[in-house]
């Protein structure tokens, strides 16, 4: 049985080349040899959407999406009572803190309690004595501007004890956190054992399962990036743009570019991903492969199938993504374009 090698196959093709053939940039190839060069095609479709560029991202939550909760008193943490990925409601002990501070606090609004006894009663038989014209006004005034100021200091104290709406453990000096919203524990930043400073972070809550991506964007795309823009994470869900930077990065030369993404992506924050940024399509546009874009003499074209073979069109390419490109051209909407056999095609367009 007689073998005929891809290279026979091209000699006898660019052979059924003639002169008005090659001007028309048209290769012509029977059915056999078709599918002996193993040229597949594929239908153009109306694009709606076209590619600007791929560029790398990092999934992260919406700003203001997380919510830390603080010890207010510095401490030591005796017990964490929550894990990473447990929802929780909002007031539920996440955490207890053993605090001397606290108890310093304790006892001084204890003092201050003793002390506003006193100063009142005394204020009390002051403003007595002047009333009935036995003492000067002015020292009842002065006595009642104490206790007035003691009070002050009694508030201050109960504000302090109630920060963060923290459960008081009895005089011991513990104290529990409460979750301040509901979510889901993200990380547990204090373990048992651990020293907490004042305000000091104990665990940090994610209120929303909405997911963002942030990525740097070149300059010469800042002005073409706008709110409300989609996107599309490669190989996954479709987003919209939320807000684009003005000014660029002294680092980077880019502008931070932040873009929401659905619920439900199943990506995680943390996670490095290549986002497409994407524009709507000019009337006109078709989308392709990217396979079936072949470079001609600096010109970006497609072959396209007719029934004598393939005829070579120019067109625009508008954008390129890993999978679909999209180009405006002198193409039919029921057009065929040559999604493999490039190479071949094009050595025997040029007669090679």
């Not at 590619?51 to 008193?73: D, K, S, Y």
Request: aromatic share 2%; charged share 20%.
């Amino acid at each position: 049985m007689r073998v005929i090698s891809l290279t026979s196959i091209l000699i006898l093709a660019a052979a059924a080349f003639s002169p008005a053939s090659a001007e028309a940039a048209t290769v012509t190839l029977t059915a056999e040899q078709v599918r002996r060069l193993d040229i597949k095609v594929e239908p153009v479709r109306p694009a709606e959407i076209e590619a600007l560029a791929i560029l790398p991202g990092t999934v992260i939550p919406p700003l203001n999406a997380r919510v830390v909760a603080t010890a207010p008193f510095a401490g030591t943490v005796t017990q964490v009572q929550v894990l990473p990925g447990q929802r929780v409601s909002k007031g539920a002990p996440v955490a207890t803190i053993s605090s001397r501070e606290l108890l310093d606090v304790q006892s001084q609004l204890s003092q201050a309690e003793a002390e506003l006894q006193m100063a009142d009663a005394v204020a009390r038989r002051k403003r007595l004595l002047a009333d009935k014209k036995f003492q000067n006004p002015v020292v009842a005034e002065e006595a009642e501007a104490q206790v007035a100021k003691i009070k002050a200091v009694i508030e201050q104290h109960k504000r302090t004890l109630s920060l963060h709406a923290i459960s008081l453990l009895g005089p011991s000096g513990d104290y529990s956190i409460p979750a301040p919203v509901d979510g889901t524990i993200v990380e547990v930043i204090a373990m048992p054992g651990d020293t907490i400073e004042s305000m000091g972070a104990v665990v940090t809550v994610d209120t929303s399962d909405a997911l963002w991506v942030e990525a740097q964007v070149p300059a010469s795309l800042v002005a073409v990036v706008k709110p409300g823009s989609a996107i599309q994470i490669v190989g996954g869900p479709t987003g919209r743009v939320v807000s684009v930077g003005k000014s660029l990065q002294g680092m980077t030369r880019s502008a931070i570019l932040y873009a929401a993404l659905p619920a439900a992506s199943r990506l995680l924050a943390g996670q490095l991903v290549s986002i497409q940024l994407q524009r709507p399509a000019v009337p006109g546009a078709f989308s392709v492969p990217t396979e079936a874009i072949a470079r001609i003499s600096g010109q970006s074209a497609v072959f396209v199938r007719n029934d004598a073979g393939f005829t070579m069109k120019a067109v625009e390419l508008r954008g390129k993504s890993t999978d679909a490109a999209t180009i405006v051209g002198d193409l039919s909407p029921d057009a065929q374009v040559a999604v493999s056999g490039l190479p071949g095609l094009e050595q025997m367009l040029q007669g090679e």
